[in-house]
């Protein structure tokens, strides 16, 4: 778990909410259930690890963030704390399971030498029935200082139950300006900012790992490549080997914003922000030579491998699929 030694390290969208947080915390008016719940990257992990460090921390008061040094922060870094839980699935995109739950249930029904124990749930829409179930029964019954805090970018997937015994918590959306503006900070020149911002789909957090990791922005660029192989279409064999060098989970909801750029670029002229990242002569060609509603259909279909792209299935063939349909007129 990283560190947050200052409120510097926050964006400034989560300034508001942070705030009130931290106040009711230190009042001991936090809920056993807390449900934070905005877009994907908008930085809800970094407000709840933020939160609970500052709780922990033995030298932070008042609405001042964790102090980075003391053992407790040192503790919670380097994943060790013994008040604090994360739960998440064993692989991105798979469920939460009862057994999981169950673990995270026992430890917070221990004796601790605190007064806070807490257990970060991410995202908690994918917990499983069986493991929401099993949650619901702590947060109408909890032990004596627990304290659940549950992350959702779609908080409408959880069960009713487990929304009303939770205090809901919005994180808001940076419009472009606001995002941007911060994520110079972290660049040398604003065509930089714009295109991680881009390749990030709009997610500020993600746009900031593209700006400061390598490894990142590598993927970026390889994705970039194989977009760019799909809009020249030379032939299933090329673009599917291609695709095969990305990682599915980022390429197909890349896959998709080109689509609604092309079809932005026939409906107004002018390609959007992800768009500007190709050749606008290829761009043009591939949507005009589409059609508006080969568009659409193949935005149906994207959505259709976007929810395949966590399943095992036949790497070649996944990819091949996804050339043959960006072939067919």
């Not at 959007?272 to 002569?281: K, M, N, T």
Request: with cysteine.
């Amino acid at each position: 778990m990283d560190a947050v030694t200052t409120t510097d390290a926050l964006p400034p969208w989560l300034y508001a909410p942070w705030e009130r947080l931290i106040r009711k915390g230190r009042e001991g008016r936090l809920p056993t259930g807390l449900l934070v719940h905005g877009a994907t990257g908008v930085g809800k992990a970094l407000l709840t690890r933020a939160l609970v460090q500052a709780l922990l921390c033995q030298r932070a008061t008042g609405t001042e963030a964790a102090c980075g040094e003391c053992n407790a922060c040192r503790s919670l870094a380097g994943g060790v704390h013994p008040e604090v839980l994360t739960l998440e699935p064993e692989e991105a995109g798979k469920e939460i399971l009862i057994a999981a739950a169950r673990e995270a249930i026992e430890f917070l029904g221990l004796s601790g030498s605190g007064k806070l124990r807490s257990v970060l749930i991410r995202p908690a829409d994918s917990l499983n029935t069986n493991a929401a179930n099993a949650m619901l029964k702590t947060l109408e019954e909890p032990p004596p200082g627990a304290m659940l805090i549950l992350e959702a970018a779609q908080p409408a997937r959880l069960p009713a139950t487990i929304r009303s015994r939770c205090q809901m918590v919005e994180i808001p959306t940076p419009d472009y300006t606001e995002a941007t503006a911060w994520l110079r900070g972290f660049a040398d020149d604003a065509s930089s900012v714009e295109e991680a911002y881009a390749a990030s789909l709009g997610r500020p957090l993600a746009a900031r790992e593209i700006l400061t990791d390598a490894e990142r922005m590598g993927r970026w660029e390889q994705d970039r490549e194989a977009l760019t192989t799909l809009l020249r279409s030379p032939g299933v064999t090329e673009m599917a080997a291609r695709m095969q060098r990305s990682l599915p989970e980022s390429l197909i909801p890349r896959i998709q914003a080109l689509l609604v750029a092309a079809q932005r670029l026939l409906v107004t002229g002018e390609p959007d922000a992800f768009g500007r990242q190709f050749p606008r002569d290829l761009l043009e060609a591939f949507a005009r030579q589409t059609g508006p509603r080969r568009l659409a259909a193949l935005s149906a279909e994207a959505a259709v491998w976007q929810r395949q792209a966590t399943r095992q299935l036949n790497p070649q063939l996944r990819m091949e699929d996804i050339a043959l349909g960006f072939l067919r007129k």
